[in-house]
């Protein structure tokens, strides 16, 4: 088995474990032993899921302000955590990567393995609420036929993005490519680089 078809496999399945529950407080039951990548993916997809419906929630038309505002900082709080992750994964590959000799023609990809990771944790959520759509009963045939092609589209894309990852690893491990890993850049949460946190009037 492959990364990608171990992420997809991890991914999947902290989808469903998510949604057994449904709820954006449950506690989660994270399989895997910790400081193992499969730990982290897990988690990144369970991090990911529960943001997934933090935004539903806040969407609500008819919700009491109070709560959202509650909402939009436990949503800060998981974009925090997330890119925490996606930093865990890339020293993963890096420290998988650290004896491999690079090219003098090496080339840097446009974004890291694992920015790659987190746009397919996201997808096979798309897919999942996706496929939950087409079994729905109270929508019309039309609804469902749309949701069905969207389906599709969507699995071509993690068909697609799995096969381009899959490719940047195996030009990593060759040396054709190198990647860095460029710690936060996030501004709004340090109280020394948000004029809000920091005092500026």
């Known amino acids: 088995m492959n990364f990608c078809e171990k992420a997809i496999s991890i991914f999947?399945?902290?989808?469903?474990?998510?949604?057994?529950?449904?709820?954006?407080?449950?506690?989660?039951?994270?399989?895997?032993?910790?400081q193992t990548i499969e730990n982290i993916l897990y988690l990144k997809n369970w991090i990911d899921a529960v943001q997934w419906h933090l935004e539903d929630i806040i969407?609500?038309?008819?919700?009491?302000?109070?709560?959202?505002?509650?909402?939009?900082?436990?949503?800060?709080?998981?974009?925090?955590?997330?890119?925490?992750?996606?930093?865990?994964?890339?020293?993963?590959?890096?420290?998988?990567?650290?004896e491999i000799t690079v090219a003098e023609n090496a080339?840097?990809?446009?974004?890291?393995?694992?920015?790659?990771?987190?746009?397919?944790?996201?997808?096979?959520?798309?897919?999942y609420h996706m496929q939950q759509e087409i079994i729905r009963t109270d929508v019309e045939e039309a609804h469902i036929s749309a949701c069905r092609n969207k389906l599709n589209i969507l699995l071509e894309q993690r068909t697609d993005l799995s096969t381009a990852l899959d490719q940047l690893l195996a030009d990593i491990e060759a040396g054709r490519k190198y990647m860095k890993v460029y710690k936060q850049m996030k501004m709004y949460n340090d109280p020394s680089l948000n004029p809000v946190l920091y005092g500026k009037k």
């Not at 840097?108 to 694992?114: C, D, K, L, M, Y």
């Open 12 to 34: 999947g399945q902290a989808t469903e474990d998510y949604h057994i529950l449904d709820n954006v407080d449950a506690k989660m039951k994270n399989p895997y032993p910790e």
């Open 59 to 98: 969407r609500n038309p008819a919700i009491d302000p109070v709560e959202a505002v509650a909402i939009k900082r436990r949503i800060d709080v998981s974009n925090q955590n997330r890119t925490d992750l996606v930093e865990m994964i890339d020293s993963y590959f890096l420290e998988q990567y650290k």
């Open 107 to 127: 080339t840097i990809n446009t974004e890291s393995p694992a920015w790659a990771v987190d746009r397919l944790s996201i997808l096979i959520l798309k897919i």
